[in-house]
Structures are given as structure tokens and as C-alpha cells.
């Protein structure tokens, strides 16, 4: 079955203990985002990659890290998170770019203390 | 910059009532704009999309025109269901003069609740 996975689905954690979202894809797609859902505020996007090894910011990257050693996995890394971190997370991926469809996966819910 | 501003929520009908959600946009270039629907309790799944002018989009008896004079997508359905009830998101992405794209620029969404 094609999808996007997140892990873990639901995080509670304290102020500055590292912590990694893991995020993986089993369509081949090359392009790969994180989105954080806050109330009022929609869907913002936090980095994007459009392949291997080429990875860049989206509109709020601060206090966030990402990797793509994969083509289908793009870990979200909280170096030091905070409590205006937490939030719903969303990972989601597309064949080439954000014209095609997106998939998302189905949502981190992160608490941090 | 390019973005989105949909209708405040939320929505509520009740069943078989019709359905406006409007979407205005700003963009430079040339957006597809799209609308992303979101259950309860799950990631968001595309609705539809328009990639030009005076393009409709359709599905699952929604629809939406691209209207590039009034820069609107707006979302329609003729009689709405109970499992209808979710967050309707729209968004663009702009590919530019020539370039490639890399963001989907997401409006705010708007609850809609259906109720029998």
C-alpha cells in the first residue's frame, strides 16, 4: 500500500531533550516536506527536499533540523525543543515537486514541557 | 509574496444544503491552486486541483473554477453529508516565470460541520 509514515504518532517531552520525527515513503517520490498545523494558523511549511542530499528551508525553520540521506526518509530533528514547538506535525511527499499531489502521512502530536 | 486567505469557519449545515467556501488568492506568475481536505484525526488528502485559467476541478461531487480575474477557487458542493464534516484547506503553488516550484502555500482552512 502506498503511504507516508510518521513515528511516533503522539510525543510528550520536557524543554531541550533532543528529539527526531521519523518519516518515510514507499512511492519513489522525490520530493519530501514537513508542515507544522497550528490553530488559526493553517499548514506552515518548515524545510522541503527535492531529492537526495538537497534539502532547504520553508517558511519557519527555526529550532528545526532535517536530513535526507534517502530517498524514503526525511527525519524532523528538535535539536533543543521548546514549548512553542509543540504542535501537530505533518510529513508528506510528491513525485517531482508541490504541482504534483501531495501524500501526507498521518500526524505527530507533540507536546513540549 | 503569494498567499492564500480563506472564509472563516466554522461552517455549519445541514444535510443537503449547499456549499461555498470561498479562496482568494495572491500570486505572481502562474499558480495551480488546489483544495486539501483533512478528517478527523488524519493527515490531509487532495480534494482537487486547477493548474490554469477557467480550469474546473472536480471530485467526490466538489468542485471548484479557477477564476483568475477575481484571483478565486472557490469550493462548491450542491448537497452536502454528514461525512463531509472535515477542515478544507486551499493552496497554490507557483511555478514562476519559467522556474521550478517548491512550496505549497496553504490558507488558514475552514471547519465545516454537517449535521443531520
Known amino acids: 500500500e502506498a503511504q507516508v509514515t510518521q513515528n511516533p504518532r503522539y510525543l510528550i517531552t520536557v524543554t531541550g531533550k533532543k528529539l527526531t520525527v521519523t518519516c518515510s515513503q514507499n512511492?519513489?517520490?522525490?520530493?519530501m516536506s514537513w508542515y507544522r498545523q497550528d490553530p488559526g494558523l493553517g499548514l506552515r511549511q518548515i524545510y522541503y527536499?527535492?531529492?537526495?542530499?538537497?534539502?532547504d528551508k520553508g517558511d519557519v525553520p527555526e529550532g528545526y533540523k532535517v536530513s535526507r540521506k534517502e530517498k524514503r526518509n526525511f527525519p524532523l530533528i528538535l535539536e533543543s525543543p521548546s514549548p512553542n514547538q509543540t504542535s501537530l506535525y505533518f510529513c508528506?511527499?510528491?513525485?517531482?515537486?508541490?504541482?504534483?499531489?501531495?501524500?501526507f502521512g498521518p500526524g505527530t502530536r507533540l507536546t513540549v514541557l | 509574496g503569494n498567499s492564500v486567505t480563506q472564509m472563516e469557519g466554522p461552517v455549519t449545515l445541514s444535510e443537503e444544503a449547499f456549499l461555498t467556501i470561498n479562496c482568494t488568492y495572491t500570486?505572481?506568475?502562474?499558480?495551480?491552486l488546489f483544495w486539501y481536505v483533512q478528517y478527523p484525526g488524519e493527515g490531509l488528502q487532495l480534494l482537487l486541483k486547477?493548474?490554469?485559467?477557467?480550469d474546473k476541478g472536480s471530485n467526490k461531487g466538489f468542485e471548484a473554477t479557477y477564476r483568475k480575474e477575481t484571483t478565486s477557487f472557490h469550493l462548491e458542493k450542491g448537497s452536502v453529508q454528514v461525512s463531509d464534516s472535515a477542515v478544507y484547506f486551499c493552496?497554490?503553488?507557483?511555478?514562476?516565470?519559467?522556474?521550478?516550484?517548491?512550496?505549497?502555500?496553504f490558507g488558514t482552512g475552514t471547519l465545516l460541520a454537517v449535521q443531520p
Open positions: 500570486a505572481t506568475g502562474y499558480p495551480s
Open positions: 486547477a493548474t490554469k485559467a477557467d
Open positions: 512511492m519513489n517520490h522525490e520530493y
Open positions: 508528506a511527499s510528491s513525485l517531482r515537486d508541490p504541482l504534483d499531489t501531495q501524500y
Open positions: 493552496a497554490l503553488s507557483d511555478r514562476g516565470y519559467g522556474g521550478a516550484t517548491n512550496k505549497l502555500i
Open positions: 527536499s527535492m531529492n537526495v542530499e538537497v534539502t
